[in-house]
């Protein structure tokens, strides 16, 4: 239930690959990946990791773990601002290159993957997603792990949370419980940086873990307690329910929300204040939710200025590729930020 950072690897060299590839099997042998398994996962984080440094002059590369029901799994996205690719299926078929080497790489990616997807747009870059599952014991996921879903619900949550560079904690979080028709998420930005902000964080996500069966206002009331002791945080909370269409929140802060379809963006609305210390005012708030609509949560490490018709077709793509691609062109660079993407 709470969320674990994820390890970003700035690739510009080709000394770094061997650095992150490192890092991201030691992560895959303490979730229990097998050696096989953990050899996919280097030669995915090889072969995506070299793509970046042969075809857009580097990028970066974000890890993080996984669970869902009776599963483990590891999610890598690869993002760029390089040259993209004009013609995407053309790219992923093995023998094309466009740097003089074998054209393997994508091909390769794509079969260790148990879940793979890419978005690229021509002078705007490449963002590419590859999962890695593996079955585990029947019972409660491993603590620490970002559930993603269950079988018994239709939506997919994807993620990016990363700390102001230069820090090693991030003072954003988030965390999702579904439960058949219905879904809670909660976005949370502790005030500052460093280890104090992600304390005030991570209090407000574990108040969603432990009152996730209440309305998103009695939650967010209830971390308006439990974060007195704390520096307080941001927060926003919402509830989508599948049975009725219909999205509920409340929020508190400068977490930023928006419900995605048809026409222009429904703005979810957020008071003024601080949960756990002054808050002007709580209040939820209905919206309808359309069946092909889009959920974005965001902290304001994100600009508020981005628009997806401007990346066409990439609300059809994977959540957590939509995340990447919102963080990739979108981050302010100067703060912790998260960006949450439900659908």
């Excluded at 005012?281 to 981005?306: C, I, M, N």
Aim: a neutral charge; glycine letters at 10%; proline letters at 5%.
């Amino acid at each position: 239930m709470v969320m674990s950072q994820q390890l970003h690897f700035p690739i510009v060299e080709t000394s770094q690959i061997a650095e992150a590839r490192r890092a991201v099997t030691a992560l895959a042998g303490n979730l229990g990946f097998d050696e096989t398994e953990t050899g996919k996962i280097a030669l995915i984080v090889t072969e995506a990791a070299t793509n970046l440094i042969k075809h857009a002059a580097g990028g970066q590369l974000l890890v993080r773990s996984l669970a869902e029901a009776e599963r483990l799994g590891l999610e890598l996205l690869v993002l760029d601002q390089g040259p993209g690719l004009a013609n995407v299926g053309q790219a992923l078929a093995d023998g094309y290159s466009t740097a003089a080497s074998p054209g393997t790489g994508l091909g390769a990616i794509i079969r260790l993957s148990t879940v793979f997807d890419i978005y690229s747009l021509p002078a705007r870059g490449t963002a590419l997603l590859a999962q890695v599952w593996r079955q585990t014991r029947p019972g409660r996921p491993m603590p620490g792990l970002q559930e993603v879903g269950n079988s018994t619900s239709p939506l997919k949550i994807g993620g990016v949370c990363l700390a102001k560079p230069g820090q090693e904690l991030s003072g954003d979080n988030w965390a999702a419980v579904q439960n058949g028709h219905r879904c809670l998420v909660m976005v949370a930005d502790g005030l500052g940086h460093g280890p104090a902000a992600a304390a005030a964080s991570q209090a407000a996500v574990e108040v969603l873990a432990l009152k996730s069966s209440l309305t998103p206002l009695a939650i967010i009331e209830a971390a308006h307690a439990a974060l007195y002791h704390t520096r307080g945080a941001a927060v926003t909370v919402a509830e989508l329910d599948l049975a009725r269409l219909v999205v509920k929140a409340a929020g508190v802060g400068n977490i930023s929300g928006a419900i995605l379809s048809t026409g222009a963006p429904r703005r979810l609305t957020s008071y003024n204040g601080i949960v756990g210390h002054q808050v002007q005012k709580f209040q939820e708030f209905s919206y309808p939710w359309p069946a092909d609509a889009l959920l974005v949560l965001h902290s304001d490490g994100l600009t508020t200025h981005w628009n997806l018709d401007a990346y066409p077709g990439l609300i059809a793509r994977h959540p957590s590729l939509i995340a990447g691609v919102l963080y990739r062109d979108f981050s302010r660079g100067s703060d912790d930020v998260s960006v949450v993407v439900i659908k």
